[in-house]
């Protein structure tokens, strides 16, 4: 009888780890994020924006860059995810980047402490490309004798080679006279406080509104002392280069001194660059 009852107990038991465990290892298992950079290549020496989602909320994120040769190195140490688990981050590449492919690790909560209620670490990688620096033109050679005058081509011919697009011109992207930005009111004494970014994209001379159809503006909002608060993105349509920022704040001990700035910048269309971003200031109280 006691036999049978200690078969009966050892198989309970059995049954009850091949539940256990595996539960316990999904709930240690990290959770995952995404992040997307604002190009897929760069040069040596530009300035790299890293976006993220779907992160720890409120809590500090940790960016580890991986070079083609293996070294590694933390970039953008002070970046923070919002209330939502959103973070924007730029850093510059080392004028001297080798050119291949980077692997950007972002990690919240890598110490396990738990932030805004959540104790898994997040994480999430990506790659970009670093091109070389294209190399200084060669010396320009002696100016040789004039050649003998070509013959005319028909005017059929030099009419139809007019006529047909250039594909190079019409595949480029190009890059923006640059941003306006203003914000409004200047100073909000009363909470909530409230502030609306307005401003427009400088299109190239001769290019119309369709060209910034699906362009994003980003409004990055920080602290005197540089951290970031709350970060905000605007979509512009084919028939206005045009945005409008709109942000709140309800808790004013989240905003230091009370004297607040904010990074406007553009992020490109399908052709149209990214600009750097350009700062404005406000205050509250």
Request: aromatic share 4%; hydrophobic share 40%; proline share 8%.
């Amino acid at each position: 009888m006691r036999d049978n009852r200690r078969r009966v107990l050892s198989g309970v038991l059995a049954m009850a780890a091949t539940l256990i465990v595996p539960a316990i290892a999904w709930a240690c298992a990290p959770s995952t994020g995404q992040i997307a950079f604002n190009q897929s290549s760069y040069n040596s020496g530009a300035e790299v924006t890293v976006i993220g989602s779907g992160f720890a909320r409120n809590a500090p994120v940790v960016l580890k860059m991986q070079s083609p040769s293996g070294a590694s190195q933390t970039v953008a140490p002070s970046t923070t995810t919002n209330n939502t688990g959103y973070f924007e981050a730029s850093f510059a590449l080392p004028s001297d980047a080798a050119a291949g492919t980077y692997a950007l690790q972002a990690v919240t909560n890598p110490s396990g402490e738990g932030h805004g209620g959540q104790t898994a670490p997040t994480a999430a990688t990506s790659t970009f490309t670093v091109v070389a620096t294209a190399a200084a033109p060669p010396p320009a050679s002696p100016p040789a004798a004039d050649p003998a005058p070509a013959a005319a081509p028909p005017i059929a011919a030099t009419q139809a080679a007019s006529s047909a697009p250039s594909i190079a011109a019409a595949t480029s992207s190009l890059a923006i006279r640059g941003i306006t930005a203003r914000v409004s009111p200047a100073r909000d004494r009363r909470a909530p406080h409230r502030f609306v970014v307005r401003g427009a994209i400088l299109r190239p001379a001769g290019v119309g509104t369709s060209a910034c159809k699906g362009g994003r503006v980003s409004a990055q909002f920080k602290t005197r002392a540089g951290k970031t608060i709350s970060t905000r993105r605007d979509t512009l349509s084919s028939t206005s280069c045009s945005f409008r920022i709109a942000v709140t704040f309800k808790n004013r001990r989240r905003l230091g001194s009370g004297r607040l700035k904010v990074r406007v910048r553009f992020l490109g269309s399908d052709r149209l660059l990214p600009r750097a971003a350009i700062t404005r200031t406000m205050r509250v109280g």
